[in-house]
């Protein structure tokens, strides 16, 4: 009973804390006058109005009003409908980051490292005010944040909504349309749109739909096809008498064509190899180099990268030091191995020599083994378990060797 009576004893009496104690977050045991006010020679004082929480007094009201100007009133018929769409409006104002620049920032933290198609210093530059973000622009920032939601507990509720919000920009007219300026703002409006499909697509697979990550998937390429970008560098010249390899502008325009592309290509092949279908991109029209490490991509430092065929030349002498790269690589693997046994398939049924299979099975053999031989000495087992992108291509190297 005395340890009963004790423990009552050292419990705190009910009630708010005095205001010295709240102030200095010091634990107010609530008597009159409480023991940390006396220990201290303080007048001891209590407020009993509870204190005020949520939003300042009028915050909600401002919303309200703001988010109200944005909204068109019809007639009384939509004013229920009017309301519920303010009061949803209203919630995501308070959830989602307030600054556009800890928006992005979610979609660099989290989605950046596995599709680098953008460059960061660019990016923020054409969303600053008065710098003249067109529709596609637009389009391609609701695409981010969509996918930043989609990885981020916090405000993983709002994915549903910003995806939606996305497919409604894309689909609007004029995103599609020409912009009516030069051919180099066009080329910059159909490449974010290339950018912002591939991006719809990969939340679609995330999230399960994979028809509907077909189609976005199916329009990413379509818009990388129509702007040739199986072709960057083609027509130019060789990289020691190239005159634009060392602008950086001229070489961070090409990078992104060049990165959009290969995301491009890595999509047609992993959502090829779902459904079991033929290849959209043919490796042998391929006259876009590989992309350059990460690093010197952002700092608009040129790069002179391989082509892919290159590395079927000579598969052991290349060293390409980029998670992005050696990715892609595998990846193109993965996609020689499901073209590989589809051709089995055919030649099979039309009754040709074995002697061709056995032979490209070999090579495709030699390559995958020489390129995990190279990736293993490249990095060690706790830096691929350190960096997610160096995880995810030791995976779709273990896959490929399991396609064969």
């Not at 009576?5 to 107010?28: E, I």
């Not at 915050?59 to 018929?77: E, F, T, Y």
């Not at 064509?257 to 029209?285: H, Y």
Request: charged share 25%.
């Amino acid at each position: 009973k005395e340890g009963n009576k004790s423990a009552k004893s050292g419990r705190q009496n009910p009630g708010p804390a005095c205001q010295h104690c709240r102030m200095r977050k010091f634990r107010c045991d609530r008597q009159r006058p409480c023991g940390g006010c006396v220990d201290a020679g303080l007048r001891c004082r209590f407020d009993s109005t509870p204190p005020q929480k949520g939003p300042k007094k009028g915050h909600l009201k401002l919303l309200r009003s703001r988010i109200g100007k944005q909204l068109p009133v019809n007639d009384n018929k939509q004013e229920r409908d009017r309301d519920l769409t303010l009061h949803h409006a209203l919630d995501k104002e308070l959830s989602w980051p307030s600054s556009p620049g800890q928006r992005d920032q979610l979609y660099f933290d989290r989605v950046h490292v596995f599709i680098p198609i953008l460059h960061r210093r660019r990016y923020f530059a054409r969303g600053r005010p008065g710098a003249g973000a067109s529709a596609s622009y637009a389009c391609l920032q609701a695409a981010i944040r969509t996918l930043a939601a989609a990885l981020s507990s916090q405000f993983n509720h709002l994915r549903h909504d910003l995806y939606h919000d996305t497919l409604r920009r894309l689909n609007h007219p004029a995103s599609c349309a020409p912009g009516g300026g030069s051919a180099e703002d066009d080329e910059t409006r159909r490449l974010e749109l290339a950018q912002a499909w591939i991006l719809v697509a990969i939340y679609e697979f995330m999230q399960g739909t994979v028809q509907r990550a077909w189609t976005s998937a199916g329009l990413a390429i379509r818009i990388v096809q129509l702007m040739r970008l199986h072709d960057v560098d083609g027509g130019a010249a060789p990289a020691h008498l190239d005159m634009g390899a060392d602008d950086p502008n001229a070489f961070v325009d090409k990078e992104v064509k060049r990165r959009v592309f290969w995301v491009a290509f890595c999509l047609d092949r992993f959502s090829c190899v779902l459904e079991k279908l033929p290849l959209t991109l043919d490796e042998k029209t391929i006259l876009t180099r590989l992309p350059c490490p990460e690093q010197a991509f952002q700092s608009q430092t040129p790069v002179t990268m391989p082509f892919l065929s290159d590395l079927d030349a000579a598969p052991d002498s290349i060293s390409l030091q980029s998670p992005f790269v050696d990715s892609i690589v595998f990846t193109a693997i993965w996609g020689r191995a499901l073209c590989h046994q589809q051709q089995c398939a055919a030649e099979s049924a039309r009754g040709s020599p074995t002697a061709e299979v056995c032979r490209r099975h070999v090579q495709l053999h030699d390559l995958l083994s020489c390129r995990m031989l190279h990736f293993e000495r490249s990095y060690t087992a706790a830096s691929v378990e350190a960096d997610s992108l160096l995880l995810f291509t030791s995976m779709v190297a273990q896959v490929s060797v399991l396609a064969l």
